[in-house]
């Protein structure tokens, strides 16, 4: 006789929500395994910006997340555009060159709505809007983002704290300092519970179904060199330090199918000055988003990409790993007056560097190449445009002309000092490889059988994301294959 109904390993958005369902598809005995102490506990989640990429076909469909928004912002709805699974799938397609798992990007787009109504509702998380985030201000109404209007109120934080007390409250029992080191099999090849780590020693807990919600590899520096190889082994990590790869080595070992890109992560532009691991308090607070509106130049004075060449929410994973590549994996950020109030408001967690001319501002940086630095700005500037027709709102089709590498968008002249400048290296959020799963969350193993008893759901479920990532689409992913899971792993039959 089992222990558990159903065993959940991990404790972040996706984790609770496999636990939350499986309560409410009829497990009786819920048992979660959170590696971290309590006052480290939530993965990722309590770090991420709690916002939610999903579809959408009428902009009145927020209504039930957002009761009374127009009271506090009047006319918020003619902000909104409508964000139908067309348009969903069509951004995924394109930030991953098509190479998303067909099946998995269909189930998260089509109930991508209903899984945030239902972490609303049944998870009971609160929502606001993600101002200061997604939105522009234009002529008093804020524009957002097609997708990314609603975040969870308190944003990460809040998210996992309003997970933890749902848990709870259905009858979950968490544990904290408990890893999961290994998953027991019977003799049938059945997953029949999970060997613990706990403060007390090593135990084995028996269940009738196992959910894996343990993150990815991104804070195990040997499985990082291993699979993204150099420079990213040496990134600076934006969440939680105890997503090592647990979970998928202990799944591989039993004969569980890797899929997905192993060689692809979510990295960012973060702030150069954090340290190896984000401070749990500054939570996501070290992204340094607002490049398409500024230039961006590496060591050697050079620009290497096209700072405009979408919403920083389409470009942002994955040009991280670029800076990363640059020499000395960092590269700098510049500003003038026109667009300095455009900045994200979490570029205050650190202090610009201010100068009155682009030359005095290239010396006091750690450019190894400064004549290189004022030629490369003298060059952008010859080839940008007037200000004129700019609209922080929505790509302008402002494009600099006659360069090597153009900025395709939001490409006007930097010439109104005094200038700004931050100094930025690339950080890693999460992985992209993971196990394969089928539609209902269980694993596949390598014989393309699923094996019985084992489920998986958030950063775990490999496939969903390649090279590149949309803007909010972890939570809502991670919420929507937790969902299944939880329900599946409560509902199987022995
Ligand atoms: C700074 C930052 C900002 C982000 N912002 C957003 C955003 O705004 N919107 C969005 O959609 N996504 C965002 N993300 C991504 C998002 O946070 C992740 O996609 C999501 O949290 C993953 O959920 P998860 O449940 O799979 O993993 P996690 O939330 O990371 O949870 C993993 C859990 O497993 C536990 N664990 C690990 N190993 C073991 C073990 N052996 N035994 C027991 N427990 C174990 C961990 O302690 C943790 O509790 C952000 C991420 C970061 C780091």
């Not at 954090?274 to 490049?291: C, H, I, M, V």
């Not at 201010?354 to 004022?374: C, G, Y």
């Not at 490889?433 to 490999?462: F, S």
Request: glycine share 12%.
């Amino acid at each position: 006789m089992a222990e558990y109904d159903v065993i959940v390993v991990g404790a972040g958005n996706a984790a609770l929500a496999a636990s939350v369902s499986a309560c409410e598809n009829g497990a009786e005995k819920v048992l979660v395994l959170e590696k971290a102490p309590k006052n480290m506990r939530g993965g990722n989640t309590h770090w991420s910006g709690g916002v939610f990429r999903f579809a959408f076909d009428d902009a009145r469909d927020l209504e039930p997340l957002l009761p009374g928004i127009e009271d506090q912002y009047p006319n918020f709805y003619d902000g909104v555009t409508p964000y139908p699974y067309d348009d969903f799938m069509g951004d995924l397609m394109r930030v991953t060159g098509g190479q998303t798992d067909p099946e998995l990007s269909d189930i998260l787009i089509s109930n991508s709505r209903d899984t945030v109504m239902w972490m609303h509702g049944t998870g009971k998380i609160p929502m606001e809007p993600a101002v200061g985030l997604s939105g522009v201000d234009k002529d008093g109404v804020i524009q957002w983002q097609r997708g990314l209007v609603v975040r969870a109120e308190h944003e990460g934080v809040g998210l996992s704290t309003a997970w933890f007390a749902t848990a709870e409250a259905v009858g979950v029992e968490i544990r904290y300092d408990s890893a999961a080191t290994e998953l027991i099999q019977d003799s049938k090849g059945w997953v029949s519970g999970v060997k613990v780590r706990g403060p007390d020693g090593v135990e084995e807990i028996t269940a009738k179904a196992v959910v894996l919600g343990a993150g990815g590899f991104e804070a195990n520096t040997q499985m990082r060199a291993q699979h993204l190889g150099a420079p990213l082994d040496q990134a600076k990590v934006r969440g939680t330090p105890h997503n090592q790869g647990d979970g998928l080595r202990m799944a591989l070992d039993i004969g569980a199918m890797p899929w997905g890109q192993w060689s692809g992560c979510h990295s960012t532009p973060i702030s150069a000055d954090w340290g190896q691991f984000a401070p749990r308090e500054l939570t996501d607070k070290s992204n340094r988003l607002s490049y398409l509106y500024g230039v961006m130049i590496n060591r050697l004075g050079l620009r290497f990409l096209d700072e405009g060449f979408d919403v920083q929410f389409l470009t942002y994973a994955k040009y991280g790993r670029i800076i990363l590549n640059q020499p000395g994996g960092m590269a700098f950020q510049f500003f003038d007056q026109k667009t300095v109030d455009l900045l994200e408001p979490r570029y205050s967690t650190s202090e610009p560097i201010v100068a009155d001319t682009l030359e005095e501002l290239i010396s006091k940086l750690d450019i190894d190449d400064k004549d290189q630095a004022l030629q490369t700005f003298n060059q952008y500037n010859a080839a940008a445009c007037d200000p004129g027709g700019f609209d922080p709102s929505k790509k302008d089709r402002l494009s600099t002309s006659g360069l090597d590498i153009e900025k395709t968008n939001w490409a006007v002249r930097l010439d109104d000092p005094p200038f700004h400048a931050y100094s930025v290296t690339g950080g890693i959020t999460f992985t992209f490889g993971g196990l394969k799963i089928d539609a209902d969350a269980q694993v596949i193993g390598t014989d393309w059988r699923p094996i019985p008893g084992l489920y998986t759901c958030g950063e775990m479920v490999g496939g969903l994301f390649h090279d590149n990532y949309g803007a909010g689409s972890g939570l809502v992913s991670g919420a929507t294959f937790g969902r299944i899971a939880g329900r599946s792993a409560a509902q199987i039959e022995m």
